[in-house]
């Protein structure tokens, strides 16, 4: 009698490890993807910003070849201070947020190619080497971009196919662990904005 009482604890208590072990584990990579899916999105804002960055400077050398182009500097100018004010919060990824995001980077890349279409009534310009070095790293920025928001895209789907396996499931439910949005590109997106000259 007290034999089987000692293995009945036994095994009660092997059963808790395991379980333990078990819940612990999927929390554990929950955990990892969140963070993936925060650094994958980091990296997305970052190649954002390396090309508000460039904007300044490819305005300023367009300038003073086109200075009679003020409402196309004012659109990009407009444009890019709306990106710039426009964020979201890698803790508490949203659809809704991501859309804004999307939105305001549409904006700022239509207003960009409606400047890179005045450089074409300016040949002098199109032969300058700053422009044409700043060209260069735009379009390198914009493949960086669409680089970064398939890793984004591919971990995003990666931990959203994880916290909605079973048992997963359970273990996202209770600890908060919410699906999170992909980087969805906006529909007049479909057709990349042109850059050569």
Not at 79 to 94: C, E, F, G, L, M
Request: hydrophobic share 40%; charged share 25%.
């Amino acid at each position: 009698m007290k034999n089987k009482r000692i293995i009945t604890w036994v095994l009660i208590i092997l059963v808790i490890f395991i379980f333990g072990g078990s819940c612990k584990n999927m929390y554990n990579k929950m955990v990892t993807l969140s963070e993936q899916v925060k650094r994958e999105w980091a990296n997305v804002e970052n190649q954002y910003q390396r090309r508000l960055d460039l904007i300044p400077n490819l305005v300023a050398t367009v300038k003073g070849y086109a200075e009679h182009e003020q409402e196309t500097f004012t659109r990009v100018i407009e444009a890019r201070a709306k990106a710039t004010s426009v964020n979201v919060n890698p803790d508490n990824i949203t659809a809704e947020s991501m859309q804004e995001f999307s939105a305001a980077q549409g904006e700022l890349s239509s207003a960009l190619s409606r400047l890179l279409v005045v450089v074409e009534n300016y040949p002098e310009l199109k032969a300058n080497q700053n422009f044409l070095e700043l060209q260069a790293q735009l379009e390198g920025t914009e493949n960086r971009i669409a680089v970064e928001r398939k890793k984004f895209n591919d971990t995003t789907k990666e931990y959203n196919e994880y916290t909605k396996k079973f048992p997963q499931v359970l273990m996202a439910g209770i600890f908060g662990f919410k699906e999170k949005p992909y980087f969805d590109a906006e529909p007049a997106a479909s057709q990349a904005p042109k850059v050569e000259f």
